[in-house]
């Protein structure tokens, strides 16, 4: 089966949007391949100090709302902020953390789409210090930032499996 980027798929939309939202795709394929035959004790380990699954899963689904609340020209809420500050802690098995990935890609997805692309190159803000981008370097670091903690999470389960 050909990665989504090569499905030809999404034509509809901007370059752009496409781009993300087939990053997004991948990722999300990429999530349910790699964790399938975990048992939650190997969610929330930590082999060779790596970063738990567990944390990478919640990490993507959390970084996938705030940045997609800063390209919206938000800012994050007490929630947003409390989630963010106990992603690390065990807890929750593998199916929880699915449901928190599916909602959080469902949701990416819907942002994406409904993106106006004149608004790609619109200023906004991130963090109480309101570092610039744009609402287009939201769009891409989203999908940049959710494949490389998915890359973090393929090592880590790679590594789970050699200790079996």
Known sequence: MAEPWLSGTLGEYHAVVRAVLHGLQQAHEDIEEWTDDLVDEEIWARPSGLAPVGFQMRHIAGSI?????????????????????????????????????????????????????????????VGRKALPTTVGGLLIHTAEHTQRHVGQLIVTVRVLRGLR
């Open 65 to 125: 709302d705030r940045l997609l609340t800063y390209a919206k020209g938000e800012q994050l809420s007490g929630a947003q902020l409390a989630a963010l500050k106990s992603e690390m802690e065990p807890g929750a098995g593998r199916g929880e953390l699915m449901a928190e990935m599916e909602q959080a890609f469902a949701q990416a997805a819907a942002v994406v789409r409904s993106t106006d692309p004149s608004t790609l190159t619109e200023a906004r803000g």
